[in-house]
Every structure is written in C-alpha cells, then in structure tokens.
C-alpha cells in the first residue's frame, strides 16, 4: 500500500484507525469559542461532533489510508513592485481537482494490487474532518507550534493532508513523536502575531484567513502587515528549521506553470471587470476562492505597501470606475501610501466624488494620514 503511494508522487502514507477523536473535540470547540474561527466559525460550528467522528464519513470503511501531498516548487526571484506573492499551495492547479483524481488512479492501483474491489472514499480539505487532528493521531506527523503537520525525515510541512477511507483491514499506526524542541522562529516571523500560544492561531490574525476566507474588508491596522502577500502566506513555513530541504512535488499539475505561477501582476487583476472574465483567467485555482473582489482587495492592499512607480494613475482610474465600494475604499487607501503630492491630489479627487458616506469618510480619512 505505501509503495503504490510512494511511486505515485505522495511523500507519505499512513493507517489511522475511525474512532471518534474526543480530546481533540474538546480542543476544537474551546477554540471556536474563543472566536478564533472568525467568519469561517458559523460552518466550522455546524458540527462539531460529526468533524471529529471520522467513522461517520463512511460507516462501512474499517480505517483510512491518510496521505501526505507534496506541493513545493521552488520560487522564482520577485519580479517587481506591481507583482503579489502567492502562497505555494495555490501555485499549480486547485489542489480539490488534482488530488480526489489521484487518489482515484490510487484506490485502482491497490484494486489492481489486491486482485478485488475495493470500498473507497476520498477526501482532502473541503471535507467534515478536523484532518490536522486525525493525521497527528495516525502519525503521518507531529503538530508544530504553527499548528501544521510537519512530516519524519525532513519531510517538513509543504503537503496536504488527505484521506482514502477503505474496508482494508489494516493496523492504525501509532503517532510520531516528533517535537519543535525550544524554536520559536515561526511566532516571531509571524507579521501579525498570529500564533497566540504554541500550537494555537487566532486565524482572524492570520494572513491566509484575512485574504482568503474573509469575504469583508481587511481591517487597517494588518494591511501593511500583508507586505507583498497577495493570496496567501507561507512564512512560518519558510523560516521552519524542518523546511530546509523540502521534497518537491513530482506533479505536473502542481508546477507553476500549469496555474498562477509564484507572483500575480497585480495591474492584469485590477483590469478584471466581470465574473466571466475572472473565472476565465483563474476558475481552475485555488486563487478563485476569494472571487473577484476578495483578490481584487487583496491587490490594493499589496500594491499600497509595495508602491511600484507611477501606480497612483492605475489606482485613480480604478477607483473611477469601480462599482464596488469596498474596493474603491481600498484603492483610496493604496493611493495614500504614496505619499507625492500627485497621489493626494488624485485622492482628495475621488473623496470629492464619493457617493457613499462611510467610504467618503475613510477617503478623507486616508487624505489627512497622507498629509
Ligand atoms: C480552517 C483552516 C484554515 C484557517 C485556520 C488555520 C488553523 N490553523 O486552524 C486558515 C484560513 C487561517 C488556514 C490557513 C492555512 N492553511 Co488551512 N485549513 C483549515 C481547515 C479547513 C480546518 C482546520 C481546523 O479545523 N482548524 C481549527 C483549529 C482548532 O485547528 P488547528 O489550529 O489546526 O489545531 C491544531 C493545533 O491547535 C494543535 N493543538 C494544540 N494544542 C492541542 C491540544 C489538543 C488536545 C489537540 C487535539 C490539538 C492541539 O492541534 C491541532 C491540529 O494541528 C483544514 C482542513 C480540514 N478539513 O481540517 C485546512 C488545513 C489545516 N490547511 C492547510 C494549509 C496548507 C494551510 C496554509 C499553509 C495555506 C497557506 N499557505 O496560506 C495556511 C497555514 C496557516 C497556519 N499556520 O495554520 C492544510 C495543512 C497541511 C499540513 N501539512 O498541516 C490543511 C490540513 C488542508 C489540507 N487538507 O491539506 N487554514
Ligand atoms: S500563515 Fe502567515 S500570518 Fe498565518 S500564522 Fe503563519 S506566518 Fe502568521
Ligand atoms: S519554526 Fe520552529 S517552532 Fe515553528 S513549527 Fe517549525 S520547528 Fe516548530
């Protein structure tokens, strides 16, 4: 079973057993109480229970075979201050389409192995599962305290976590002992303090949160902590000491090029006008979630913080002709990180002829703080 896995590009391959996961229960509901979940907490909320019931996912499975999913590549140098980084796990194509096909071509190979069919589902992420809990528990590797499952042997964390339930009837194993010992470089490269406590995240802090799942506005004071980070964030990753050597991913699907690549051109997404269009250029990404106005959003904020030259008439003729307040808020705020007399002239421009009162507000608000 793990050598089909292996040859096949997963890094690796573990048995966990369906019991229910109650400590982990315990965890998981005392962190959504704390409001850590921010908006994602009314779906997170749901059920509890049923997250950490795994059996309840396939009543007929006897085990799940949980997955490692390598997706680095290494990444290009910056190519300039009118590009966004993207996280490494967006880079290729959306990992919900790539990995439910290849765990299909897995579930035929160990039918193939075993000479019978098997019973068989497969998940990955977008799944009722706490699948940090249930792949510590089945030891595919220890929870670092940025709380991601950091692989044996320098596997590091650069994987996904994903799950073939199956009627095997095969030994759960037993979790890996690994341990962070006395580091701490991830909470202290953390640009928003995201890591409360060892092991723990407050994710309305966290930059993945704050640019992905938050369908709102980000709020003042973290804009400038998003520096280039457009859709995503890898850095208590990067500067992890078991990331050093990373496996890469042998998936052509997950290479750069097959998706967005390591930077957007952030004036390209501001070009974006229409859903259709959007879809067009990024429906096969996971840099969709977001939609539109979230990576739209997203691009103000990083092209406010990198200021490349002569962006202030890109961000004018923008906010001109933006339907959407939020979005002419953001360009507003993007243009007072200028700090020329020509950014503020064209800023006190659109606060002039802003017809929503609370944007107005902000607008000039971003004037004065420009002043
Ligand atoms: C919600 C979510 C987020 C949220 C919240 C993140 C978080 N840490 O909770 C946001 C949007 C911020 C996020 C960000 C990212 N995510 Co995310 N996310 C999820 C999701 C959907 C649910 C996770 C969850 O239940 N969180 C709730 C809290 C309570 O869980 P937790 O913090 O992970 O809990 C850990 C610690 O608190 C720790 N712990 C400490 N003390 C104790 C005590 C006890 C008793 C227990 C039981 C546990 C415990 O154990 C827990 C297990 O790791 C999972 C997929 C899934 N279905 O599970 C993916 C998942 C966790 N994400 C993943 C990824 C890749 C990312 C990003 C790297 C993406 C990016 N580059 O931008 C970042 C990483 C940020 C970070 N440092 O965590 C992967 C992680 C893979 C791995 N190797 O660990 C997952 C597993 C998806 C997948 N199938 O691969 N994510
Ligand atoms: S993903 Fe980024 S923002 Fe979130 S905890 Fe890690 S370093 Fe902090
Ligand atoms: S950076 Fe250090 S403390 Fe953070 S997860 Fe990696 S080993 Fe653990």
């Known amino acids: 079973m793990v050598e089909t ?34 908006s994602m907490g009314w779906w ?20 799940a075979i949980v997955l490692s999913v390598p997706y680095y590549t290494p990444s290009p140098a910056d190519p300039g201050r009118q590009f966004g980084k993207v996280a490494r796990y967006a880079v290729g194509l959306d990992y919900h389409d790539v990995i439910p096909a290849k765990l299909a071509i897995l579930k035929e190979r160990l039918e193939a192995r075993l000479g019978r069919p098997l019973l068989g589902k497969y998940f990955t992420d977008d799944v009722e599962l706490y699948e940090p809990a249930f792949a510590n528990r089945a030891g595919l590797g220890f929870i670092g305290k940025n709380t991601m499952i950091i692989g044996p042997k320098l596997l590091g964390s650069y994987h996904f976590i994903a799950e073939l339930f199956t009627d095997l009837e095969l030994e759960a194993d037993e979790p890996y002992r690994g341990t962070c010992g006395e580091c701490v470089r991830c909470s202290v490269a953390c640009p928003t303090n995201a890591i409360v406590e060892p092991g723990v995240i407050d994710a309305r802090l966290c930059i993945p949160y704050l640019t992905i799942e938050n369908k709102g506005e980000i709020p003042l004071a973290l804009r400038e902590k998003l520096g280039s980070l457009v859709f995503g964030c890898d850095i208590c990753q990067e500067v992890c000491p078991y990331n050093q050597r990373p496996p890469e991913t042998i998936w052509d699907e997950f290479q750069p090029d097959a998706g967005v690549g390591h930077y957007l051109d952030l004036y390209s997404v501001l070009a974006i006008r229409e859903k259709k269009e959007f879809m067009d250029r990024f429906g096969k990404s996971a840099v969709s979630r ?58 006190e421009q659109l606060a002039s002829r802003e017809t929503e009162e609370t944007v107005r507000n902000k607008m000039f608000l971003h004037l004065q703080q420009s002043a």
């Open 290 to 347: 977001p939609k539109r106005k979230g990576l739209i959003r997203n691009s103000l904020v990083v092209l406010g913080n990198r200021t490349p030259d002569h962006g202030e008439k890109v961000l004018f003729d923008f906010a001109f002709n933006e339907p959407e307040a939020m979005l002419r808020e953001h360009a507003a705020w993007a243009l007072s990180r200028y700090n020329t007399s020509r950014a503020r002239n064209l800023l």
């Open 44 to 63: 997170m909320k749901r059920n509890p229970y049923s997250r950490t019931s795994p059996q309840l996912l396939h009543p007929d499975a006897y085990c």
């Open 5 to 38: 896995a292996l040859e096949m590009g997963f890094v690796r391959a573990v048995v966990a057993s369906l019991e229910p996961m109650e400590a982990e229960r315990q965890f998981f509901e005392a962190w959504l109480d704390k409001g850590y979940a921010g």
